[in-house]
């Protein structure tokens, strides 16, 4: 098993955010990776139009959580800090 230093994990699951930035930023959106905690939680900010959208939710499972566990399957879960519906 492969361990990552905290900065390799933050920059590996930033590059898994890439994949989803476009397609926020199609609606005036966008994803910003606070922290990871040592449980292996994932904070993040939603930007833009993202911030009151009312499909947060539904984005935030099928599409950013999706595409970081799919790349980084010790990541437990996904939670955003601001927003609709807000952790």
Known sequence: MIILT???LFDKVNHALDEIRPH???DGGNIELVEITDDFIVKI???GNCEHCSMSTMTMKAGVEQAIKSRLP?????EAINGYFAA
């Open 6 to 8: 905290q900065q390799e």
């Open 74 to 78: 010790e990541i437990k879960g996904v």
């Open 45 to 47: 900010k939603w930007i």
């Open 24 to 26: 926020l930023a199609v």
